[in-house]
């Protein structure tokens, strides 16, 4: 080999291991990119892309555990993955009828969320209203953004994509390398309050979630597991969510000057459709057997009727859910489920144009276990809609629920 043969081949020896530790520098400097999130979460996808999370407000400190509560953490599959949640401090373990799981918001204040539920449940009892008279603790849920929230967790702590991927149910980014989702979390949850050696008399589970909390908890009351105790009932109270989950490629805006299916890429793609949903370590099922179990379970709708601030995800796939206005949304969702079952509910005034929709009456076994309950009077604030009269009647009524405002012709004419 000539001198300058071997000069050569050591160029470009050389350069290969440059490329190559160049590779290993960027796969190590972003490790929270190495998922492609676009087949897992469009939204977030988008939005980690156009960095919408700047300056969001939140605590970066150490936990704020409120008075009242302890901060532990529940182990999530069998790899030693775990979620940390705000816990009652000294619940009656052997005595606890009732749970209410108070899933935060955008923010992911999990705290403040236990601090919330807390105090309804408080005020709900010096009121004497009965229903909330049982032995009852407040667990609050807290997932963590792998990027903003860097140094609050530990090793084996779950952790999500940016910005709020945990919201559409997605698999988490940290630890490194695990398949387990948001979803998976809840599921733990349900799971450990349902062993009855370790609570006896558990009865009731209520899932809640608000805002950021209500995107998650909309999406989990169709896709999370049964209870594995058939003594266990669990209700799903989601309030203000801005976006659904739709079964089908249907959409209720067809006026294009809004929003155009045809001009909208990922507007079937999960958070907002079912396409390339990655299911959860219990099950993953088709689009109609979560609807089925959507329609089933008790899962109240509970929206203010107040919030109508055009903010919020108004990207066009949340934007063909019912326009600007995102509690539109809800009441073209309402008449979504309806009638893609077939139910005889009363749809005067609900907003929304379904053309061509399957007929998946199979799943409607003659009663919609999803109810719509509309606060007057409440924006987009948890404790008002929780403290008020249906709020409280949606989390601690055993029976019947109120539903309060309906539309009416006259006012749909007028949005
Ligand atoms: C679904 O994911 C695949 C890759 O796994 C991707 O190629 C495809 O574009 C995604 N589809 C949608 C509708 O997002
Ligand atoms: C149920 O709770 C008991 C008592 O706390 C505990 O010993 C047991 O391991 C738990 N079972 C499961 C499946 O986690
Ligand atoms: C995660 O991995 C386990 C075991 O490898 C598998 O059973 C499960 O289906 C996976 N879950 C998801 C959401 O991919
Ligand atoms: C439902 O309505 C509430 C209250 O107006 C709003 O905050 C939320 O974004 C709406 N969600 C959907 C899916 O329409
Ligand atoms: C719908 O049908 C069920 C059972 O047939 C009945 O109990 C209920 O009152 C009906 N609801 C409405 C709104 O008509
Ligand atoms: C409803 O949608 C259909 C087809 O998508 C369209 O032809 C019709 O004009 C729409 N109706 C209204 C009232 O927008
Ligand atoms: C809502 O507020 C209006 C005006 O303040 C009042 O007239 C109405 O009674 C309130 N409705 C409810 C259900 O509180
Ligand atoms: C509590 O569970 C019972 C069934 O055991 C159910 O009838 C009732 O509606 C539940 N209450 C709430 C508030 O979810």
Known sequence: MSLNATWKAWVSLALAMLVLHVEAAMVVKIPHYRRDL????ISSFMDAKSQVHGNEGEDHGPPNVPDGAQFIT???GNNGDKIPVYWSAAPNNPKVEHVF?????????GDHYWTVMNNVLESARKANYHAAMKESIVVAPQMYSEKLN?????????????????????????PYGTNLTSMDALDAIVDHLSNTTAFPSMKNITMIGHGGGAQLMNRYAATGKEPPSSNIYIRYVVGDPSSSPYFTEHRPVTDTSIASIDKCDGYNTWRYGFDNYTGTLDSKL?????????LRRDVVNIIGLDDTKPNGDQKCMALL??????????LSWWRYINML????????????????????SDEWVGRI???LAIVQNASHDAAEVFEGKIGRSALFNHYSIETGWRPSEQWLRKQ
């Open 38 to 41: 676009s087949h897992v979460d």
């Open 74 to 76: 529940l182990p999530v």
């Open 101 to 109: 799981v108070m899933m935060h918001g955008r923010l992911r204040d």
């Open 150 to 174: 860097k140094g609050q967790y530990d090793d084996m702590t779950l952790a999500w994509d940016d910005v709020n991927a945990w919201e559409s149910g997605a698999i988490a980014t940290h």
């Open 286 to 294: 088709s689009p109609k057997d979560y609807f089925g179990r959507y």
């Open 321 to 330: 859910q019912g326009g600007a206005k995102r509690r539109n949304r809800n």
């Open 341 to 360: 079952a077939r139910t005889n509910e009363t749809l005067t005034g609900f907003p929304g144009n379904f053309t061509d929709l399957p007929d998946w």
């Open 369 to 371: 276990g999803t109810r």
